[in-house]
């Protein structure tokens, strides 16, 4: 309760003495025998002393008086706090600006903006985190120097620097974010390993009960790959960080506890004591244990994550696994594949041609997973698609384009046979592929499969890639031209030799050949 000295300060300050309101505003700001401490009313009655210019008043504002506080009342209180850094308060500054620039990102648009960028500038260099952080966050603002004469700019990324070393989390999270997308490993992890030791300590204290943000998961898992294998251990060492031979370990049975997907790949490995492809690992003591490695790599596989999938196919291959089982394999094997890991989309590629003489379509199959791996710049898949389905450059299959170009007009009125022969020069086909070709049925999207054994018994199957936009375009178009259309001897085109005779009639002899004769003679379009 209030003595009589306190409620003769409360009479004279409700009358509006300024004196009594800043002496009434103190004892609410720092409590009394009498008052308690109460932030808001003491706000009150000092924010009515400074608007009779009480000077002290202000001062007790941006020295006291938090921005969580303030930010109700922002555009009536901002000036009180533009006073006290105008006097000297660096922290009345820092309130300002927070007050006038919000998050601090936006530029400055008005003389009140510029000049909060200015209090901000000078709470940064007095080493307040927060306002280091807000300079940071101005990505794409200027750097801010208090004069022309005063110290030099510092830049966004210098502040961000300066506010992860001040122990502000989120500067923290966006300097470990920065160093990892660009592959700066020893930076990441002199600042990653320390935070990731005091998570471990915090989890190990709390007995489990503590769960992790996604942040810390990830950083444990990143610090981890890192670690793994004694990777940067001696550039850690010249930096005084000492890692020991356990410690990925730690990090990784951490994270993957949290569900990372990361993390359970490498738990997974480690069980089967293996790389991702199926190789045992150097020096990797004790016997595997596949059932746990099958736990962990179906969890991280579950989350996404390709090379599970493609280790799982290498487990259930292996001869020492008591469950060993081909078809499990290869339908992991094909997850991984589909989900675009190279090295399963090559082998199943591989197998597919390895099992052709079982299955003649499995040469499709084969070089649509090639072209696959080959678009991610495998070698070794480009150089079997180049065996397996290779464009012809002899001159019956390449004399097509002249023939059409000569004979644009003759062609006209006969839609389909044009079409074919385009066909013909876009792919690089002969004139009795060209001729008796069944398009829709050729065409699998990924290649063409030409195959006239049926109608002409000297050809052999052959495959061709469709490797351009502009191809496959070109291809829509012509199999639109023959959709519903029977391409065989009882269609409306007729058998080969009436579709050769009406060639022979509309472009005369460039498409002359003998049809006795040999394939080279008898596949040709020009003479």
């Not at 506010?163 to 160093?179: K, R």
């Not at 060492?237 to 049975?253: M, S």
């Not at 496959?472 to 009436?498: K, M, T, V, W």
């Amino acid at each position: 309760m209030a003595n009589r000295e306190e409620l003769a300060i409360i009479r004279n300050a409700r009358a509006g003495q300024a004196a009594a309101q800043l002496e009434l505003g103190k004892l609410y700001l720092f409590g009394s025998a009498g008052l308690p401490q109460s932030l808001p009313t003491a706000l009150h009655w000092l924010e009515r002393a400074a608007r009779q210019d009480c000077r002290q008043a202000w001062q007790l504002i941006g020295n006291h008086i938090p921005l969580a506080l303030a930010q109700p009342s922002a555009t009536a209180l901002a000036p009180w706090y533009e006073r006290a850094w105008e006097d000297g308060s660096v922290h009345a500054g820092l309130v300002f600006a927070q007050l006038v620039l919000g998050d601090g990102t936006a530029p400055p648009a008005t003389p009140l903006s510029a000049k909060a960028l200015r209090a901000l500038d000078d709470a940064a260099r007095a080493g307040f985190p927060e306002a280091q952080w807000l300079l940071a966050r101005r990505r794409d603002a200027a750097p801010v120097s208090p004069a022309a004469s005063g110290p030099a700019p510092v830049s966004a990324q210098g502040w961000l620097r300066r506010a992860a070393d001040n122990g502000v989390a989120e500067a923290q999270s966006a300097v470990l974010d920065q160093a990892w997308k660009d592959g700066h490993w020893i930076d990441y992890l002199i600042r990653a390993l320390p935070l990731a030791r005091a998570l471990v300590s915090t989890t190990a204290s709390q007995e489990g009960v503590h769960r992790l943000a996604p942040g810390d998961i990830a950083l444990l898992s990143r610090v981890a790959r890192l670690l793994d294998g004694g990777s940067h251990a001696d550039e850690l060492a010249k930096n005084g960080l000492a890692v020991a031979p356990d410690e990925p370990l730690c990090f990784w049975e951490l994270a993957s506890a949290e569900h990372d997907r990361h993390a359970q790949l490498a738990m997974g490995l480690r069980c089967a004591r293996m790389g991702v492809d199926g190789r045992r690992i150097a020096g990797a003591g004790g016997a595997a244990n596949f059932k746990k490695a099958i736990r962990w790599l179906t969890l991280a596989g579950e989350q996404g994550l390709a090379q599970a999938w493609y280790a799982l196919s290498r487990i259930y291959i292996k001869p020492e696994f008591s469950q060993r089982n081909v078809a499990d394999a290869q339908r992991y094997l094909e997850r991984a594949a589909e989900m675009g890991y190279r090295a399963a989309q090559l082998e199943c590629g591989h197998n597919a041609w390895r099992a052709r003489r079982e299955n003649e379509n499995n040469d499709v199959r084969a070089v649509y997973w090639l072209q696959k791996a080959s678009a991610q710049g495998c070698a070794e898949a480009v150089a079997l698609l180049r065996k397996i389905a290779p464009r012809l450059s002899a001159p019956a299959y390449v004399e097509t384009g002249a023939l059409l170009a000569g004979h644009e007009g003759a062609l006209a009125p006969h839609p389909l046979l044009h079409a074919r022969l385009e066909l013909a020069a876009l792919f690089g086909l002969s004139r009795a592929e060209a001729l008796l070709l069944d398009v829709p049925a050729a065409d699998h999207g990924h290649c063409l499969v030409i195959d006239i054994r049926a109608s002409y018994g000297r050809s052999k199957r052959r495959l061709v890639l469709v490797d351009t936009a502009q191809e496959r375009h070109a291809l829509d178009r012509i199999a639109r031209l023959f959709e519903g259309i029977d391409c065989g001897p009882s269609g409306p085109e007729g058998n080969y030799r009436q579709r050769l005779y009406r060639l022979r009639t509309l472009v005369g002899a460039g498409a002359k050949g003998d049809d006795e004769g040999d394939g080279s003679t008898d596949i040709g379009l020009a003479a």
